[in-house]
Every structure is written in structure tokens, then in C-alpha cells.
């Protein structure tokens, strides 16, 4: 692509900057900037334009100059974190310190300092050396391949789209420069993403594509030091290429490193195995093996039983064996399916199952990364766009015959958007950038064509319209769409630095450039990203568009898919990652039930991590800690997920319920329901005595469990069953823990800022809280019952109480007991679109707080799940995961 004058010269200045020792001072860029200003001044344009090897500079205007300084900004002055590491018993007593120690200085380090170079045209500074940290401390892990022996088992869990890929180039640099021989990547399990995965490699690792010099190899790369690909980014493994490309060497006679880069799929492995037995009659004795498994949650999983186990785990395991030296690393960002592992399983075939035994290493993201927080916690109302009109033209519940007729107001006003947003980014200086709108909507193949079709008509619509009328100055009084389109404009990036009538030219002078891409494995047109041309599309698709597949210069995502499972919710989360220069003006489309199912998901996954500190800080072991996410009461569909059997006569679910906090986010609706639950209050308070006044609220300190038992057995909780699994509120886990524990409770009852709630000796003012009617019962907004730090008032000492009230979870963990949380609620009820409908005077709600941390040594309360209910879940997991694209 051609590089436009801006482009170039930010290159320039990002060159000269990366020059300058680091970290950089305060004005460094302002500095460097004004330099370059009196050079131009001094030399004028055309001689800068030499400078720069293009044919003419434009000298850019004020505008430009300051965007060009925040732009800067944001990219050197990124921030990493190292990572945090988990090892097992048998991995403390080893020496894990060969690579930091002597290994690296050893070795020449050729593929990893080209790489570093190469990261570094692109990377602030603070993240390429965070990136050499981390890997060092993964091959400080992963064994010295010099041993005689080894077989190490690792996991190295990063966010979504947070580029664990970068991430694991370097780790495989660094594995081939200390003499790792053959090198196995497996790249999910759908060709686009193997490919994308391929060419990622040959610029990071390979330096070539078909004889071309790529990437890191630009430059610095020559047959003597190119590693050896069996795969292509056309072709993945197979038998005959191998040979082909091989020409009879082995590891025995070649000096460098053997990759392959292949599918997550059962016959792509069977060869790769039969490969190598046929090269090698026995295991491979004297060179060392590196498996990445990428995406490794998904389809890595053994789900049944540990004597014949599924067939991709099973392939996986005995590539393994054929190695008498190999270490596997497990590379995701949703690491619930990989703990859940049984860490004790192994074969005599095959060897142990793929639990990470030896490590688990949580990596930190770079503070310019655009997550999962920023948008669903920090910033919910400028990233996301409720929707609720999706439901007579594409319904939830949807089957695969559903026919759909027409799209939704609100998929019309993102794609309209998406036509804004280039526009801004051209205008920005980024034309030469790739740009793409997600539609993610079902998980059938047929109906992505369906909606394919429709938006293919309506981009139709687009293209003639602004080719007709977008040049004339009442353009917008001539076409119904682009009056449309400013009025989409007007809603959502008003505020931008450009006046509509900037971007209704741009508009116009790029709509032609849209195409519509449909991305599942009857694609006819496959989605590329090349480096010559500018891709600006509309990506349709599914499950092939959840697992790893990056999306260039996501800015607009329209999601409706519908799951109960955390791993693949987050999965399907391709708008988190990098939007350096574009950040504003991404939005994400979706009903406002997933905008709280994301932001509940984020919650339990933050505290995944804390909960991952926490151990490390304690040296615990992978095994702990995936006992650890196992009980916790947010796993339970997830446990039940990997343990799917559909003739299972009992299952038992044990649960920690310690350092956390449960709430009956969801209320019954009858009113007969609503007055005995706040009777169940009063005669509770009846019960209890005088209370302290806590900040205005009553607090009863050491009562009997027997009472809060009694109260948990008599309040009506909305649950399809007293386990409550998939409504958050498991209350018969709850009511077990209060038998089993020989604990007193503490007991507070809130104050609020509405009207008087009064009971014999108590008074408070009710808590305001704002509910949705669902019909069978009542939601709480954003499924909080509590406010603040509503732990805090059980803890009697006052100074104590005020350092802990910025943590919820540090509070639980100093609780004395157990705490039962009692809210009377004045609600507020509001329709889909957020405008009051009734209200009724109160109704009661109550959460409970554990204390203690994931440190806690109690025993886990455990149930048997009944099996009527068990065979229930199954049929809500079947629905949810049935094949799509």
C-alpha cells in the first residue's frame, strides 16, 4: 500500500524516538516533533518528501500536528506488567533458572534478537521488554533441551485478542535458539485461522514466505538460518509435502529447526504422527519437541473417560509420547476447561493428560489494550449500544430453519456507522489501514447467508445513493440514507474533531471500497488482509470468527449470540485488543442482557486473577488452583459442561463458598411472593434483638445459625430449583455451608435514600433500585443487589473498616462470620428502553458474604445434583454448543 504523507511521517519521528535511551523524558516527543518542524521549515517540503522516499509531502496541518503528539504519546508510553507464575511441587525443586542463568547467554539468540528488532518497529519499548521477560521465564519452564529426559506440561493464559501470538513467536524464537528442534504449533481448528496463524510465523519466525524475505527476516535471513516449515500458509500438513519439502533430511543431518503450523483436527494429526513414526522407528531420542497449543480450551479436552479419551486429546497426548523430550504449552484466555482437567489421569498409551502440572502463567495486558473492563465496567455508555429490536426479525432462541426476512433498525444504523467511522479514519491519516465491522448474530451457517444477503442489499442501497447524491450540497435533503446517516453521525460521534460535511465527502469518495465478507466453512470469497490493498468489510460469521481469528481494524461489532458458558462468552469477545488512533470510535451492539452478562463475566474472571496472585504469592500449585476455579460457585455449568454424560446416574458438585458473595439478583414477581418475603425479613428482625448502627444501618452481630437457616429456608428465592445453579443464587449450597459450619452470622439490614421503612424499634429509608419485568420475575439493573463496599459495616473496627472499603474481596477475607445482607428496595421499573413503566412500594432482596479468600482450608460444601436437573443442564449445553460454521 501506498504510505501516505502522515503515515511517513509519523514513522519518522517513531524512528528517531526509538533512538533515544528509554524511558524517554517528559518532552522527548514535543522536542523531537519541533525538530522536525525546522527542518522542514529549513529544507521545505520537496526535500523532505526525499527524505521520506515519497514523491511529495504535504506539510500537515495544526490539527494533524497535535493528533500526531497524542498519538505518540499513546504508544511510548505503553506500559507492561510482567506476568505472574504458578508452578507445580516436582517443577519448585527443579532448576528453573537455566535459561535466565546461563542458557541464554550460551546460545547466539539469532531468532530471537531478529524478532526482538522486528517487534520493536511496531511495539513501545516497555512491551518488547515485558515480551523478553515473560518468555524467559515460560523457557526457564519448559526444560533445557540438553537434558536427557523430560516431559514438562505447561499454560500460559493471556486476554482476548491481547496478542498471546506475539507472545508465543517469541517463546518458539527462543526454543529454537537454545535448540529446540521440532516445533509444533496447533492453530485452532478452522483453516482461516491455521492460515493467519502460518503467515503470523513466517514474519515472526520463518523470516520467508515462498522465497520471499518477510517480516523479521527482512533483511537478515539466508538459507543457513531459515528454519525448516513442513506447512504453508496455502497448505496445511500433509505426508507428501512434508516429504516433498523435507528431501529426505531429519533431525539428525539439518541445523535447523523443523515447524509446523497445523489445523486442531484429528486427520491433520494422524499424519503429522504417522510422519514422524515413519521417519523414526522408536520415540525420538536426541532433540527436543515444542508443542503450542493455541485455542487450547477448545477441542484439547478430554470430556470421557480417561480409557478412551476423545480423539483430538488422544492424538495430542501420543504426539507427545513420541518425544522423549517435549514440553506442551497450553496458550488461551479463557483457562476454565484446561483446569478442569483431572490432573491425576494418565494412559498407558498415552501417557498423562494435558493438566498443566508443572506451571501456569498468567500474563498482564499492555495498558493501551482496549478490554474487556474499559468497556463493559469503565466506560459501558460510550462503547455500547443497547439493542432491542432484534427480536422480530432475528429472535434469540432461534432454530436452524428460521428464515430471516428483514434486518433490524439497529444492524442498518451500525452499518452505517461503520461507513462514518473509515471515513473519520481516512481523514485521520489512517487510509491505508485495513477496517472491519463484526455481525455475529447466529451460529448456522445458512442463516449467515441469509443475513448476507440482506446486507449485501442494503450496502447496495449505500453505494447508489452516495454516489448519486453525496457530491451535491444538499445531500442530505435529496437521499433518505445519507439523512440517515448524518442522523447516525449525529448520535454517536457528534463530538469527533470533523464536521459532517468532511465526512460525508470522504464518505463518498470511499463507499465503493465496502465489500461484505462471510466468514464460515462454506465461504465462497475467503476474508484477507493484504499488505498491497486496503480492506474495508463487513465480516459475517460465527464460531470461525470466536476462536483466535483476528479482525483488522474492528471499530463497529453487532453481537446476538446467545450462551451460558463464561469461556465461550469471552471467546466470542473479538472487539477487545488494539485501536491505537481509533479507540473513540469503536461501539459494540448488543442487547442490553449480554452488556450485563459480559460485564458479570469480567467481574468473576478479574477475580480469577486476583485469586491467581494470591496463590502465586503462596506458592501454591496449578493443582490447587484448578481445584480452587473448580469449586467456585461461578464454574458449576462450567464443570458440568466438561463432565457432559448423557447416562450419568449421580453427579456431586462441591463448592467453596469462602472469600466470596452471592445475591438474589433475580426477585419472584407475585405479589403474594413479594409480601411473605418481606414478612420473612420482619420476623427475622423480631428475632434478633437490638441492633448497632452501622452508618446509618442496623447491624446484629453473633446470631444463632439455626435463625439463618431458618430465613434461608423460608424465603422465596427465584430458582428453577433449590440449586440455583444458572441463576446465580445457589441457596441449597448456601443453606448446607450454614448447617456445616459452626459459625455464628452476623446480619445487616441497609440504609437507602428513599422512603421510610419502619418495624417496631427499626427504621431505615429503603434502597432505590431500578428493575426490569421479565414477566415471571424481576431483574435488578446490572444484577447488583448491594452498593459500594456493603460488606464493610460488619467490620466493628473503624479504622480497619475505612482502609478495606475500596475492596470488596479484601473485606471478605477480614469478615469475623458469615454475613447475611438484608435490602429493603423501593424499585423503580423500566421498559426495554429504560423508561419507568409502575412502581411498586418495596420489595425485599438479600445477599450472603463468606469470609475468608481462596486460601481458605475449610471444607467445600457438597451436593448431588439430581438427575432429572442434571439431564436439564445437558439439554441447555447441547443447545448452546451444537455445530455451526
Known amino acids: 500500500m501506498e504510505t501516505n504523507s502522515y503515515q511517513a511521517l509519523k514513522e519518522y519521528i517513531s524512528n528517531r524516538l526509538n533512538k533515544l535511551e528509554f524511558p524517554l523524558n517528559q518532552n522527548a516527543i514535543f522536542e523531537e516533533i519541533e525538530k522536525v518542524q525546522k527542518v522542514i521549515a529549513t529544507i521545505g517540503s520537496h526535500i523532505f518528501a526525499e527524505i521520506l522516499t515519497l514523491q511529495s509531502f504535504d506539510l500537515p496541518a495544526e490539527a494533524d500536528w497535535k493528533r500526531l503528539i497524542r498519538e505518540l504519546e499513546m504508544h511510548f508510553e505503553v506500559k507492561l506488567e510482567k506476568g505472574i507464575l504458578i508452578q507445580g511441587d516436582e517443577q519448585q525443586k527443579r532448576d528453573t533458572s537455566w535459561w535466565t542463568s546461563l542458557g541464554k547467554q550460551q546460545t547466539k539468540g539469532f531468532y530471537w534478537e531478529r524478532y526482538r528488532d522486528y517487534l520493536s518497529k511496531d511495539f513501545p519499548p516497555d512491551v518488547v521488554k515485558t515480551i523478553d521477560v515473560d518468555t524467559d521465564i515460560v523457557m526457564n519452564n519448559i526444560e ?10 505447561g499454560m500460559v493464559v493471556g486476554h482476548v485478542q491481547s496478542g498471546k501470538t506475539g507472545n508465543y513467536s517469541a517463546l518458539i524464537c527462543k526454543a529454537a535458539d537454545a535448540g529446540y528442534k521440532f516445533i509444533v504449533v496447533i492453530a485452532g481448528g478452522i ?12 514474519e515472526s519466525f520463518i523470516g520467508q514466505t515462498k522465497g520471499v524475505q518477510v517480516g523479521a527476516g527482512r533483511g537478515n535471513s539466508s538459507k543457513e538460518t531459515t528454519p525448516l516449515s513442513l506447512t504453508t500458509i496455502e497448505r496445511d500438513f500433509n505426508k ?3 516429504d516433498r519439502l523435507a528431501q529426505g533430511l531429519n533431525f539428525d543431518n539439518i541445523n535447523v529447526p523443523i515447524l509446523l503450523v497445523v489445523k486442531k483436527n484429528s486427520k491433520t494429526l494422524d499424519n503429522v504422527i504417522d510422519w514422524l513414526e515413519k521417519q523414526y522407528k522408536n520415540k525420538v531420542v536426541n532433540h527436543a519437541m515444542l508443542v503450542i497449543d493455541d485455542e487450547s480450551d477448545y477441542a484439547s479436552i478430554n470430556t470421557k473417560d480417561e480409557e478412551d479419551p476423545t480423539a483430538i486429546n488422544k492424538r495430542l497426548r501420543k504426539l507427545l509420547s513420541l518425544f522423549q523430550k517435549s514440553a506442551y504449552v497450553a496458550y488461551t484466555a479463557t483457562p476454565y476447561a484446561n483446569i478442569f482437567i483431572d490432573h491425576k489421569a494418565e494412559n498407558d498409551d498415552l501417557g498423562k493428560d494435558l493438566f498443566p502440572k508443572d506451571f501456569i502463567y498468567a500474563l498482564d495486558a499492555p495498558s493501551n489494550y482496549f478490554g474487556a473492563r474499559k468497556v463493559f465496567i469503565a466506560n459501558p455508555d460510550l462503547y455500547l449500544v443497547p439493542i432491542f429490536d432484534f427480536e422480530n426479525h432475528i429472535p434469540a432462541n432461534h432454530k436452524i430453519d428460521f428464515r430471516v426476512e428483514s434486518l433490524p433498525e439497529s444492524l442498518l444504523d451500525a452499518i452505517r456507522l461503520f461507513t462514518i467511522n473509515i471515513a473519520i479514519r481516512s481523514l485521520r491519516g489512517q487510509r491505508n489501514s485495513h477496517n472491519s465491522m463484526l455481525i455475529h448474530a447466529t451460529r448456522f451457517t445458512n442463516i449467515h447467508r441469509l443475513l ?6 442494503y450496502l447496495k442501497d449505500l453505494k447508489k445513493e452516495f454516489n448519486a447524491y453525496g457530491r451535491l450540497k444538499d445531500a442530505t435533503n435529496q437521499s433518505k440514507i445519507i439523512s440517515e446517516t448524518k442522523k447516525t ?12 460535511s468532511k465526512i460525508l465527502d470522504e464518505i463518498t469518495g470511499l463507499i465503493n471500497t465496502l465489500v461484505i465478507r462471510e466468514v464460515h466453512q462454506k465461504t465462497a470469497v475467503p476474508l484477507e488482509y493484504r499488505k498491497d490493498i486496503v480492506t474495508n468489510a463487513i465480516v459475517i460469521g460465527g464460531t470461525s470468527l470466536s476462536r483466535g481469528f483476528t479482525l483488522e481494524g474492528l471499530s463497529v461489532s ?7 458458558f463464561y469461556d465461550t462468552l469471552m471467546q466470542m469477545g473479538r472487539w477487545f485488543g488494539y485501536r491505537s488512533g481509533y479507540e473513540d470510535l469503536c461501539r459494540i451492539y448488543m442487547p442490553a442482557e449480554r452488556i450485563i452478562d459480559f460485564a458479570e463475566i469480567i467481574r468473576a474472571t478479574e477475580d480469577l486473577f486476583e485469586d491467581f496472585k494470591l496463590m502465586a504469592a503462596n506458592r501454591k500449585t496449578p493443582n490447587d488452583f484448578g481445584l480452587a476455579v473448580q469449586q467456585n460457585p461461578d464454574s458449576a455449568l462450567q464443570i458440568t459442561a466438561r463432565n457432559k454424560q448423557k447416562n450419568v446416574h449421580e453427579f456431586f458438585f462441591s463448592m467453596r463458598l469462602e472469600g466470596t458473595s452471592k445475591e438474589t439478583s433475580y426477585l419472584r414477581s407475585d405479589q403474594n411472593d413479594i409480601n411473605y418475603n418481606i414478612d420473612v425479613i420482619k420476623r427475622l428482625i423480631d428475632q434478633m434483638g437490638i441492633p448497632e448502627q ?9 446470631i444463632d445459625k439455626q435463625l439463618i437457616i431458618q430465613f434461608l429456608q423460608n424465603f422465596r428465592v427465584f430458582a428453577n430449583d433449590r440449586l440455583g445453579l444458572s441463576s446465580r443464587m445457589p441457596i441449597a449450597f448456601i443453606e448446607q455451608y450454614a448447617k456445616d459450619r459452626i459459625y455464628e452470622w452476623d446480619v445487616a439490614l441497609y440504609n437507602g435514600t428513599g422512603e421510610n421503612f419502619e418495624y417496631h424499634n427499626t427504621s431505615i429509608r429503603k434502597e432505590k433500585r431500578k428493575f426490569t419485568d421479565k414477566g415471571t420475575y424481576f431483574e435488578i439493573q446490572n444484577r447488583q443487589v448491594s452498593s459500594g463496599n456493603a460488606e464493610a459495616v460488619a467490620i466493628v473496627d473503624e479504622s480497619l473498616r475505612n482502609l478495606l472499603k475500596k475492596s470488596r474481596r479484601d473485606t471478605r477475607a477480614n469478615l469475623a462470620r458469615p454475613l447475611l445482607m438484608l435490602h429493603i428496595i423501593e424499585p423503580e421499573f423500566l421498559n426495554e428502553q429504560h423508561k419507568s413503566v409502575h412502581t411498586m412500594k418495596e420489595i425485599a432482596a438479600f445477599g450472603v458474604s463468606f469470609p475468608g479468600n481462596v486460601l481458605s482450608r475449610e471444607e467445600t460444601v457438597r451436593l448431588k445434583i439430581n438427575t432429572v436437573y442434571y439431564q436439564n443442564l445437558l439439554e441447555q449445553i447441547d443447545n448452546d454448543s451444537e455445530n455451526d460454521d
Do not use: C
Not at 533445557?144 to 506440561?153: A, K
Not at 453487532?558 to 451460558?564: D, E, I, M, P, S
Not at 452501622?694 to 453473633?702: A, D, M, N, P
Open 191 to 202: 483453516n482461516n485461522l491455521r492460515n493467519q496463524t502460518q503467515e503470523r510465523l513466517n
Open 144 to 153: 533445557n533441551p540438553s537434558v536427557s529426559s523430560f516431559s514438562r506440561y
Open 240 to 242: 507428501q509435502d512434508a
Open 558 to 564: 453487532y453481537f446476538l449470540r446467545n450462551t451460558v
Open 694 to 702: 452501622v452508618e446509618k444501618s442496623h447491624v446484629w452481630r453473633k
Open 452 to 457: 448476507g444477503g440482506f446486507v449485501e442489499d
Open 489 to 500: 453521525f449525529e448520535k454517536h460521534l457528534k463530538a469527533n474533531e470533523f464536521p459532517w
